[in-house]
């Protein structure tokens, strides 16, 4: 069994928390609160801002030349696909660049993002990847499968979002990194490979919370 294999099937309970939340679905079957929506919309925005820093980290950690460039692809597809598409989002609902820009991370967008940033900074690719690798898998899993229900696609408000996380441009991120990661974990000690396991299952629990926290629309207290 590869590393990831492992790692996808511990994770396996609480990534089938995040397919069945009530946001995803609702994307999927067009119910979704749109002000549900618009929330998460601005705090994702937030959230791959720091996403694609780490993103970029990755270049300054790879120690060949095709790392560096499947690194520093990823970025563009983060940057200037992904983004635009929260952009253009933002600005059919009604949410001007400066409300999207301004907005203020809510505590699960801060936590997730400092997390990642803070495994990222320890100085190994492999927690750089096991770090962001949910994000752009978990992702990618949840857009195949919305795309299977009737009228998802064509939705007037969500369809992009799910063709956007169907597509196989933004499946080719979740995939080479999967790859990298199984390279790296070749050779590492049992207790180097569950250190890794433990961050990609933090990761995912985040991913949890984030679905939790646009559906409820949680923000700061005070």
Known sequence: MKFTERIRKTADSIWEKSHQHP?????????????????????????????????????????????????????DETLNFEMELHRQYAERLGISREELESTVPGPVTLAYSSNMIAEAQKGSLATLIAAILPCAWSYYEIGLELAKKPGALEHEQYGEWVKMYSSDEFGSIGKWLIEKLDELAEGCSEAELDHLEAIFLNTSRYEYMFWDMAYKREGWPV
Do not use: P
């Open 23 to 75: 946001f995803v679905q609702g994307i999927g079957n067009g119910t979704l609160d749109m002000e549900s929506f618009k929330f998460y919309m601005c705090q994702d925005y937030k959230y791959l801002i720091e996403y694609s820093k780490v993103i970029a980290m990755g270049t300054v950690l790879a120690k060949d030349l095709d790392t560096m460039s499947g690194f520093a692809k990823s970025l």
